[in-house]
């Protein structure tokens, strides 16, 4: 099952289902709640990202060839920051970049999970239980903050730099620890390769980040991106103002956006 968040006209906000010809039909109330279909179909929707999240975690260096291709080991242990909800923007939105960092913009498909209820301390064989579903991530990077910080936060903290969509895709339908991930920029494939690479599994990740918060329902966690990045490309390869950026998860769907003026 395909949930969006969309916005109508009038300016209202919903969630729905698509259906199998591509028409989506409203819930009733979130479905963090319960999945409740209405009889009303939605006529030109605008969609949103798929979920206003509490928190989104991020994962770094979670695939082997990207933690190599910039020059870092592999984490013995899933290596966690967090994004400012903030930065979150949906399918088919401009990704503005900081004046200050208009060069130096980078893209990072990932999968992300959506946490579906509160979970607290929660083993491995049950973590994913507590997923809703899963839906794609671009976790854009401003790598000159990156290297003079030292850290995080604000390289990939600015506003819109977090798309998410253009759909949750429900646990029930697809498996998370083998899916082809690839982004492309104005068409070229950048990255390419599959979640089994990852060296942190969903349910592990949603396991042990249980145990260091309390994960609330519609937290986002990003599971980290593959190799192919911009800033490890020679020469680099970075966003400009205009490119079109995509996010394809097989199972899931197509990120779409575009790169606005800084």
């Known amino acids: 099952m395909k949930i969006v ?19 989506i039909t409203a819930l009733a109330g979130s479905p963090l709640e319960e999945i409740r279909r209405t009889d009303e179909v939605v006529a030109q929707p605008t969609l ?8 989104v975690f991020a994962i770094g260096r979670n695939y082997s060839a990207h933690a190599a291709e910039t020059g870092s080991k592999p984490p013995e242990r899933p290596l966690v920051f967090q994004i400012p909800t903030t930065a979150v923007t949906g399918p088919d939105t401009e990704i503005v970049p900081p004046a200050h960092s208009a060069e130096s913009v980078d893209y990072e498909a990932e999968l992300a999970i959506v946490v579906g209820r509160t979970a607290r301390r929660v083993g491995e064989p049950e973590a994913l239980s507590y ?23 604000r390289a990939k903290g600015f506003d819109t730099f977090c798309p998410l969509g253009p759909w949750i ?11 082809g991930i690839r982004s492309r920029l104005n068409g070229q494939v950048m990255q390419d390769s599959r979640t089994s690479n990852m ?20 937290t986002v966690i990003l599971t980290g991106t593959p190799e192919g990045v911009g800033m490890a490309r020679q020469p680099p390869l970075f966003m400009r ?6 996010v394809e998860i097989d199972g899931i769907g197509t990120l779409v956006n575009r790169v606005g003026p800084g």
């Open 5 to 23: 968040r969309y916005r109508v006209d009038s300016g209202a906000t919903g969630f729905g289902v698509v259906e199998e010809d591509g028409r």
């Open 241 to 246: 103002p205009g490119d079109t950026i995509e």
């Open 199 to 218: 060296l942190f599994s969903c349910s592990r990740l949603v396991s042990y980040l249980s145990h260091q918060f309390t994960l609330l329902p519609g």
């Open 48 to 55: 949103l990202a798929p979920i206003e999240p509490p928190n």
């Open 169 to 179: 895709v429900t646990r029930d339908a697809v498996n998370p620890d083998d899916c």
């Open 131 to 153: 997923v809703l579903g899963y839906t794609c991530a671009n976790d854009v990077t401003a790598r000159d903050c990156q290297r003079a910080d030292k850290q995080w936060t």
